[in-house]
């Protein structure tokens, strides 16, 4: 098994889209794709960990495969907007860190 950087990935994605896929879909229709697949995640989590149960045509669901979804119409939508998501991924998780450094550890609902 390979292991697939973020910037091989939006890479991947794109020659996909240009050699298998024809053409991006304009952003508002993978905004609205990404929507649609996000809920199916969705779905999956509130039967699988949630209150809800499956149904007979919920069996041959992949959790794992519905991620992928979400995560390849994201790159589709970064590629297309010109977003470099190692980039936004490093300085979003930079943040995080130097807005949170305590904030989770103080945090008695956690312990």
Known sequence: MSILTIQEAQKTVDEWIKTTGVRYFNE???TAM?????GEVAR???RQYGEQS??????????????????????CLANQTGIDLTA???????????????????NDKLK
Not at 34 to 38: D, K, Q, S, T
Not at 88 to 98: M, P, W
């Open 44 to 46: 999956i989590m509130a």
């Open 28 to 30: 508002l229709t993978n």
């Open 88 to 106: 936004a991924l490093e300085k979003n998780l930079d943040k995080k860190t130097k807005r949170d450094a305590t904030r989770h550890k103080e």
């Open 54 to 75: 499956f149904k007979a045509s919920d069996k041959d669901v992949d959790l794992a495969d519905e991620m992928a979804d979400v995560l390849f119409v994201l790159i």
């Open 34 to 38: 990404l929507m649609e697949e996000v």
